[in-house]
T-cell receptor, first 116, second 113 residues
Framework: NAGVMQNPRHLVRRRGQEARLRCSPMKGHSHVYWYRQLPEEGLKFMVY????????ESGMPKERFSAEFPKEGPSILRIQQVVRGDSAAYFCASSPVAGIRVNEQFFGPGTRLTVL | AQSVTQLDSQVPVFEEAPVELRCNYSSSVSVYLFWYVQYPNQGLQLLLKYLSGSTLVKGINGFEAEFNKSQTSFHLRKPSVHISDTAEYFC???????????FGAGTTVTVRA
């Protein structure tokens, strides 16, 4: 059973470009979470999605950031018009269920975004 | 909001020596607590978790942690480390019936021969 997959592992963009980060959850998992790790900081929750639904995006910046998890295919975190402050490691996690009982979130290797 | 503090950013340790990584959390409600390890260029892997019950939790690779409610701490320990334990370690908390994990800033453990 393959783990959570993220690609690309490293992404370099110039200011103003768009960044697309992809996450394929573990087989059988229908819940996806995105976290961001800024330099010298811990991971910060961004968004929680189920298939075709955004459940909680309270950690997402209001502008330029969006996320989706379509019925088919990976979850996508999209950052438009990137700025240097977007440089960070972006981690995706997945779980089979969420909510009432604690379910372990399985993490991918992360995408390291560098904005020049 | 949940807050997790890892008191040490860097911990150098010699092989076969013991190590303790400190973690404190702040919460007025019940929480679940976790320790994750991140090896270079890999994702986070769960070491252990505290949900309820016994305050001493044993995890993989010989690690254990003790939940101390009065001190709001969840320190991670290993009695004898190996070179392969060199990694970054993250403490995390999740409020009961929530799903968002709050992470500490991480502790980098470097094991030397």
């Amino acid at each position: 059973n393959a783990g959570v997959m993220q690609n690309p592992r490293h992404l370099v963009r110039r200011r103003g470009q768009e960044a697309r980060l992809r996450c394929s959850p573990m087989k059988g998992h229908s819940h996806v979470y995105w976290y961001r790790q800024l330099p010298e900081e811990g991971l910060k929750f961004m968004v929680y999605l189920q298939k075709e639904n955004i459940i909680d995006e309270s950690g997402m910046p209001k502008e330029r950031f969006s996320a989706e998890f379509p019925k088919e295919g990976p979850s996508i975190l999209r950052i438009q018009q990137v700025v240097r402050g977007d440089s960070a490691a972006y981690f995706c996690a997945s779980s089979p269920v969420a909510g009432i009982r604690v379910n372990e979130q399985f993490f991918g290797p992360g995408t390291r975004l560098t904005v020049l | 909001a949940q807050s997790v503090t890892q008191l040490d950013s860097q911990v150098p340790v010699f092989e076969e020596a013991p190590v303790e990584l400190r973690c404190n959390y702040s919460s007025s409600v019940s929480v679940y607590l976790f320790w994750y390890v991140q090896y270079p260029n890999q994702g986070l892997q769960l070491l252990l978790k505290y949900l309820s019950g016994s305050t001493l939790v044993k995890g993989i690779n010989g690690f254990e942690a003790e939940f101390n409610k009065s001190q709001t701490s969840f320190h991670l320990r290993k009695p004898s480390v190996h070179i392969s334990d060199t990694a970054e370690y993250f403490c995390a908390a999740e409020r009961s019936n929530d799903y968002k994990l709050s992470f500490g800033a991480g502790t980098t453990v470097t094991v030397r021969a």
